[in-house]
C-alpha cells in the first residue's frame, strides 16, 4: 500500500519497560508528526521532523520520550522506563511539505500494565 | 497555548437534523484542513481552504473559511449516522511553521 504504516498496532507493556514504536511514511513525503490521543480526545503534538532541520521537539512531555528519522524516511518513537500515564494511541502522520495536508496510519494503541 | 479552538466539543443530534462545527484562532493560517477520524483509525482529510471565504461543498458537507482566514465552519446538512466521528480541523500557521490542530469536536449521530 501508499499509505502511513505503523507498527505494531497493539503494545502492551509493564511499568518500567522500554517501547519502540514505528512508522514508515509515505515515500517522498519530507514531513513528518509524531501525535498522542487519548481515548475520545484531541491530538496532542509530539514531534515534527521537516527534511534535514533541526526536529521540533517542543511537545515531548519528558525526557523518557526520543524519536529519531533516519535518512529522512522511517521514524522511531522510543519511550524510556514506560508509566500507566502513557498509555494512548500514538498517531504518526506524514505530508510532502510544510503546508500540505497530513497523512495519517492508523496508529499503535500502548497500554501499559 | 491552544491556538485552535474548536465548539462543540461533544454534538449528539438525530438523523436527518442539521448541525455547523465551529473552528476559532487569534492567529491567521496560511491554510486549513478538516479532518474525520473513526475509531481505530488515524483522521482522514476531507477539506483543504486557503482562500479567505472560501466556501467548498463535498455532498452534504460546506466548509467555509474565514475572511481573515482566523476561523473555520463545518456545516453537515441532514446528518446521517455515517457521519459519526472526531472532526478535527488543522492549521497551518507560518510563524510555527508546522500545523496545528483543534481539540476535536465528537459528533454523535442517532438513527
Known amino acids: 500500500g501508499a499509505g502511513v504504516s505503523q507498527s505494531p498496532s497493539n503494545k502492551v507493556t509493564e511499568k518500567g519497560k522500554d517501547v519502540e514504536l514505528r512508522c514508515d511514511p509515505i515515500s517522498g513525503h519530507t514531513a513528518l508528526y509524531w501525535y498522542r490521543q487519548s481515548l475520545g480526545q484531541g491530538l496532542e503534538f509530539l514531534i515534527y521532523f521537516q527534511g534535514n532541520s533541526a526536529p521540533d521537539k517542543s511537545g515531548l512531555p519528558s525526557d523518557r520520550f526520543s524519536a529519531e528519522r533516519t535518512g529522512g524516511s522511517v521514524s522511531t518513537l522510543t519511550i524510556q522506563r514506560t508509566q500507566q500515564e502513557d498509555s494512548a494511541v500514538y498517531l504518526c502522520a506524514s505530508t510532502k511539505g510544510a503546508n500540505s495536508p497530513l497523512h495519517f496510519g492508523n496508529g499503535t494503541r500502548l497500554t501499559v500494565t | 497555548t491552544q491556538l485552535l479552538k474548536q465548539s462543540p466539543q461533544f454534538l449528539s443530534i438525530q438523523e436527518g437534523e442539521n448541525l455547523t462545527v465551529y473552528c476559532n484562532s487569534s492567529?491567521?493560517?496560511?491554510?486549513l484542513q478538516w479532518y474525520r477520524q473513526e475509531p481505530g483509525e488515524g483522521p482522514v482529510l476531507l477539506v483543504t481552504v486557503v482562500t479567505g471565504g472560501e466556501v467548498k461543498k463535498l455532498k452534504r458537507l460546506t466548509f467555509q473559511f474565514g475572511d481573515a482566514r482566523k476561523d473555520s465552519s463545518l456545516h453537515i446538512t441532514a446528518a446521517q449516522p455515517g457521519d459519526t466521528g472526531l472532526y478535527l480541523c488543522a492549521g497551518f500557521n507560518t510563524n510555527a511553521g508546522k500545523s496545528t490542530f483543534g481539540d476535536g469536536t465528537t459528533l454523535t449521530v442517532k438513527p
Open positions: 492567529s491567521v493560517f496560511s491554510s
